[in-house]
């Protein structure tokens, strides 16, 4: 009879080993929506439209999309109890401050788990990229912003964006490592990194998105194509709707997710894509839920 219970127990406890992957830890990543879904569609003209209609299709959080905008998308939030995932401002590497009203801005956000985005620029154009004079002082501004969030409980996330002074990852990745902050970090944008980095570049992806992930405090996706872009705006084939183009986009987020473990938020890109856009947030949610049951089934 002995034998019989340690056969039974045995068996029972192969089977639950083997039980074990279906029950696959639930994806908690937030995902957001940037401002440009939705910016400029000819029904949902209001921030407080846009909003309520973002969070009745299941999003986590929107973008704040610049400080002039602000105010009236702080009240849409605060109105419609919604989070505002990331705010997206500039820093102009030729000013000797910051923006002045960023820091009453960010004391508005304190507490919120709203990143600050800022995509880096020289207006006059006198700096090109990882200038050493520029970086130096805009190391300095980093800082400072990296201090006015911690007073408000925040991170900070630059974000590299092509054809401005930081438009690589290499780049952001050594102003904050220059910045030394345990706050700041940065973001990886997936439609600016194919802009910015060639087909025969792409194939160490793992290997760069794993030296990042420690710093990785946000990430961006869209559908894309794995091409080396000859159209006329690289957008054309590096910001698709999700789920779209022959890049492989799942792949990119399951290895954030499931190998790296990252547990950031991930953003969905829409700029310039000509679809209807409430549709265009509709079906762009949809395929997201069909990444999570793919995730959470493996």
Request: some cysteine.
């Amino acid at each position: 009879m002995k034998k019989l219970m340690k056969y039974v127990l045995g068996v029972l406890s192969l089977l639950f080993l083997v039980a074990i992957p279906a029950f696959s830890q639930k994806i908690g990543n937030e995902f957001f929506v940037l401002h440009n879904a939705i910016r400029g569609d000819s029904v949902y003209k209001t921030f407080d439209q846009q909003v309520a209609l973002i969070k009745s299709l299941g999003y986590d959080g929107v973008e704040i999309n610049q400080l002039e905008s602000f105010a009236g998308m702080k009240a849409a939030l605060d109105q419609h109890q919604f989070k505002g995932s990331y705010l997206y401002f500039k820093i102009n590497v030729d000013q000797p401050q910051l923006d002045e009203r960023l820091e009453g801005i960010i004391a508005q956000l304190k507490g919120s788990g709203t990143l600050l985005a800022p995509y880096m620029v020289s207006d006059s154009k006198q700096f090109k990229p990882s200038s050493h004079e520029a970086d130096a002082h805009l190391t300095v501004l980093i800082q400072q912003l990296g201090k006015w969030a911690q007073k408000s409980n925040l991170k900070v996330a630059l974000y590299t964006h092509y054809g401005f002074y930081v438009e690589t990852i290499d780049h952001a990745l050594s102003l904050v490592k220059a910045a030394d902050m345990k706050n700041v970090g940065l973001s990886f944008n997936l439609c600016h990194w194919l802009a910015t980095t060639s087909l025969s570049e792409r194939t160490n992806w793992k290997n760069d998105l794993k030296i990042l992930n420690p710093y990785l405090k946000m990430v961006t996706i869209s559908g894309a194509n794995q091409v080396d872009s000859q159209a006329k705006t690289p957008w054309d084939d590096y910001i698709l709707p999700l789920g779209t183009g022959t890049y492989d986009t799942y792949g990119l987020v399951r290895y954030l997710v499931k190998d790296l473990k990252y547990k950031g938020p991930i953003g969905v890109q829409c700029y310039n894509i000509k679809a209807d856009k409430p549709e265009l947030l509709r079906t762009t949610m949809q395929v997201w839920q069909g990444y999570k049951s793919k995730l959470e089934s493996k």
